[in-house]
Structures are given as C-alpha cells and as structure tokens.
C-alpha cells in the first residue's frame, strides 16, 4: 500500500462521506503548483475553489501566518483586535462607506445578511428574500434555502421560510415577485456554482434600481467573485452599481478561513450589541492572512494581471472552442470563465487530473477554469495544453 492508499483508506474509515473526493492526497502547494502524498505535481487551475486566490502559500500570506501565530492566536470579541479594524478599514476603501462583520466562511457572511435583512424589515413586517434559480449561498440550514438550487434542498425540510426564487437576468420577473413581505434581493453578480453566468447588461443596474423604488436591501454575494477574480475588486465595480450588503470569504484569507459581511454605513445600525456574533471570527491570524492579500494585490499588481490574463486565456479558450465544436460557450469574466460542453464533464475533469491538471466542472457540463489571479502565460499554455489532449481523447 503506497502513502496515498493508506491516507485514503484512513479517511474513507473514519471522516463523513459527504464528498466526492478525487484519488489525490495533496502534501505540499507553492503558487499554482501542488505535490501529491506521492510526489507527483499538478497544475492548480482551480485553487480551493478560489479560496487560493494567489495561489498556494503565497509567501506574503504565509510569513505573516507564521509571525502571527507566534503573538496571539485568538481573543474573544468583546476584545479590541488592531488586526480585524485594519483589515475592516481596507476592505471599506476597496469598496463603499461602511462597516464590517467578520466571520469564519461564506455561509457564514451570508447568514449574517439574511439575519440583518430580517431586522431590517421586521418593524414593517417584512421578511421575504428574493434569491435567484442556479444561484450558490452555502450550506447551512438557512443559506441553502437561500440557494435557488433543488437538489441541495432535498431531505432538508422544513426549511426556514421567506424565500422566493426568480430566474436569474429576469428583470420582469423580478418586478412582478416585489410584494408587501419583500425585504432584500440576494444574488451573485457571476454566478459561480450554477455554471459560470453572468449577470447581463443591465440587469445590475435594474435590479438596484428596483431595490431603491420598494426599500429593498440589496445583497451581493461576493464569496467567490471577490478580491480581483474578474479583473476589478469586487463584481459590484465592473458592473456600476453599489449594494447594501456584500458578503466576502474564499480569497479573502489566502487559504486561511474567514469570511467578511459588509454593510453600508446607514445599515450598520441594524445589528446592534448583541444580535450577532462568531467567536472565532476575526481572529488575530486569520486577519494577518487576509491583510497579507491585500499587500499582495496591491504591490504585486494583481488586479492588472487578472484583466491581462484573462484576457489571454479567454483568447487561448476560444481557439480550443473553434477546434472542439462540443465546447457550446465560453463565458465568464476575468480569471472566471466556464466553458459550457455539450455533454457531461467530469470525464474531462477526470483525464485532466491523470495529466497532472486540477479543473472543476459544475452544473454537469461547464469546465470551470478559474486559476490563481497570479497565474502566469506560461501556466495558461500549459492548462490549454492538458484541456486539448483531455478533449481530443475524450473524442469530443
Ligand atoms: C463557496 C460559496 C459560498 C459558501 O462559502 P463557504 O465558505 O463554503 O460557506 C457562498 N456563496 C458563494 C457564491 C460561493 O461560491
């Protein structure tokens, strides 16, 4: 029995089965690199589903880790924390006047502006959130129930009530489900989970302009498109308009867990002293990550290279598209595109890995391709490389 056996077999005895794991036992990570219990690399081009937003163990994140660890690990809340105000205030200049809450995951920052929502409109009576079909929230109780998705609802029941589901990029059927018990519109501006879909021109705008016409709040779910992935900061930015709420996690930590609720300054009050709280959010390390990440963005130009590669990939991407004419679509923004197939995936997926190339598919049949926003050309030409051999001889 090789390391990985025994690692597998180990697990597979003794953790939950609630995943679908691939036969790989991950050791060691450097940028977009990994080494298997084995000693074999793979090319990461789907980096913690995002959470390795710089790849793994980015030098800056991990010295400031280290440094941290080695000075306090964690104090409760009702503590001052300079970490978690530095990092709060960063957040705020990269994105719109306000306050932030921290907590541990992406779940976790939604359910705190579910909860805000529910505040929000509890002296009127209101609580209904209007979320979108093939959208992605988490997987808590209440945040999968915000998740316009039926399969991951199945055997949950009862799910909590007040929410309503409306196909995504309808801005008709938005107006039409705004009634009396409307409190919030939650959705992804680039739907991640769902299969890679954006949200179309206009329907942005309209959809703040509809939660301005009913005093609506306006909920971003920024866990996945957030810190760079499609070529600005947040979503929100490429797509002019500013929410009320915006929940961050994945890349903002640097593979450290954390997740982030912000709020604009004229919500804030609606959480009070004692309505909300998450006794490791924000810890000391995990904000010495996050702050990390932005040092990184900032002075290693990441933004700008997301825009350049991204660019460079989707053009890599289409000349497989035109050689493949199974590849229906090529979607997406940034370093977040989805290349729709007009059949399953996961054999592609799957021969990838055995080339040494780590891909995701969603949805079925879109190959999510969504590397570190550091990646480089030469990476990118390798991705396609593996992506060709994988559908030439999957004979697509
Ligand atoms: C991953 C994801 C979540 C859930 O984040 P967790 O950290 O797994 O709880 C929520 N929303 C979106 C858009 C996501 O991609």
Same mark, same amino acid.
């Given at each position: 029995?090789?390391?990985?056996?025994?690692?597998?077999?180990?697990?597979?005895?003794?953790?939950?089965?609630?995943?679908?794991?691939?036969?790989?036992?991950?050791?060691?990570?450097?940028?977009?690199?990994?080494?298997?219990?084995?000693?074999?690399?793979?090319?990461?081009?789907?980096?913690?589903?995002?959470?390795?937003?710089?790849?793994?163990?980015?030098?800056?994140?991990?010295?400031?880790?280290?440094?941290? $660890?080695?000075?306090?690990?964690?104090?409760?809340?009702?503590?001052?924390?300079?970490?978690?105000?530095?990092? $709060?205030?960063?957040?705020?200049?990269?994105?719109?006047?306000?306050?932030?809450?921290?907590?541990?995951?992406?779940?976790? $920052?939604?359910?705190?502006?579910?909860?805000?929502?529910?505040?929000?409109?509890?002296?009127?009576?209101?609580?209904?959130?209007?979320?979108?079909?093939?959208?992605?929230?988490?997987?808590?109780?209440?945040?999968?129930?915000?998740?316009?998705?039926?399969?991951?609802?199945?055997?949950?029941?009862?799910?909590?009530?007040?929410?309503?589901?409306?196909?995504?990029?309808?801005?008709?059927?938005?107006?039409?489900?705004?009634?009396?018990?409307?409190?919030?519109?939650?959705?992804?501006?680039?739907?991640?989970?769902?299969?890679?879909?954006?949200?179309?021109?206009?329907?942005?705008?309209?959809?703040?302009?509809?939660?301005?016409?009913?005093?609506?709040?306006?909920?971003?779910?920024?866990?996945?498109?957030?810190?760079?992935?499609?070529?600005?900061?947040?979503?929100?930015?490429?797509?002019?308009?500013?929410?009320?709420?915006?929940?961050? $996690?994945?890349?903002?930590?640097?593979?450290?867990?954390?997740?982030?609720?912000?709020?604009?300054?004229?919500?804030?009050?609606?959480?009070?002293?004692?309505?909300?709280?998450?006794?490791?959010?924000?810890?000391?390390?995990?904000?010495?990550?996050?702050?990390?990440?932005?040092?990184?963005?900032?002075?290693?130009?990441?933004?700008?290279?997301?825009?350049?590669?991204?660019?460079?990939?989707?053009?890599?991407?289409?000349?497989?598209?035109?050689?493949?004419?199974?590849?229906?679509?090529?979607?997406?923004?940034?370093?977040?595109?989805?290349?729709?197939?007009?059949?399953?995936?996961?054999?592609?997926?799957?021969?990838?890995?055995?080339?040494?190339?780590?891909?995701?598919?969603?949805?079925?049949?879109?190959?999510?391709?969504?590397?570190?926003?550091?990646?480089?050309?030469?990476?990118?030409?390798?991705?396609?490389?593996?992506?060709?051999?994988?559908?030439?001889?999957?004979?697509?």
């Amino acid at each position: 029995m090789n390391e990985t056996e025994r690692i597998i077999r180990e697990h597979d005895q003794f953790v939950l089965q609630t995943y679908t794991r691939n036969p790989v036992a991950a050791v060691r990570g450097e940028g977009s690199w990994i080494w298997d219990a084995e000693g074999r690399k793979y090319l990461d081009f789907f980096p913690g589903w995002g959470v390795s937003g710089l790849g793994h163990c980015h030098p800056r994140v991990t010295a400031a880790v280290r440094e941290q $660890a080695g000075k306090l690990l964690h104090m409760p809340n009702n503590f001052y924390n300079e970490l978690a105000g530095r990092l $709060a205030r960063i957040i705020i200049e990269k994105s719109f006047p306000g306050r932030v809450f921290f907590g541990n995951s992406g779940a976790e $920052a939604n359910e705190g502006a579910i909860k805000l929502a529910r505040r929000f409109g509890e002296p009127e009576g209101r609580y209904e959130i209007l979320t979108m079909k093939a959208s992605f929230h988490g997987r808590t109780l209440t945040t999968v129930t915000a998740t316009g998705q039926e399969k991951y609802h199945s055997g949950f029941g009862p799910l909590p009530p007040g929410f309503r589901y409306l196909p995504f990029n309808d801005i008709d059927a938005l107006k039409a489900a705004v009634s009396e018990k409307t409190v919030a519109v939650m959705l992804e501006l680039i739907q991640g989970e769902g299969g890679v879909h954006p949200a179309g021109d206009g329907y942005a705008a309209a959809v703040r302009e509809i939660c301005d016409g009913n005093n609506l709040l306006m909920i971003v779910d920024e866990v996945q498109t957030g810190m760079g992935r499609t070529g600005d900061y947040f979503a929100f930015q490429g797509y002019g308009v500013v929410p009320d709420l915006m929940t961050l $996690a994945k890349a903002l930590g640097g593979g450290m867990p954390i997740g982030a609720l912000v709020v604009r300054e004229k919500f804030a009050g609606y959480l009070p002293p004692g309505t909300h709280a998450s006794t490791f959010g924000g810890s000391p390390v995990v904000c010495a990550a996050a702050l990390a990440v932005f040092e990184a963005m900032e002075e290693e130009g990441i933004i700008e290279n997301v825009r350049e590669m991204g660019g460079y990939l989707r053009q890599r991407l289409e000349e497989l598209a035109a050689d493949f004419p199974p590849i229906r679509e090529i979607r997406g923004r940034g370093l977040m595109l989805g290349l729709e197939l007009d059949r399953e995936g996961k054999p592609v997926v799957d021969r990838c890995l055995e080339l040494g190339m780590i891909v995701n598919c969603t949805a079925s049949n879109v190959l999510r391709v969504m590397p570190a926003c550091n990646i480089t050309r030469e990476e990118i030409d390798r991705a396609v490389e593996i992506l060709r051999r994988a559908l030439g001889e999957e004979e697509i």
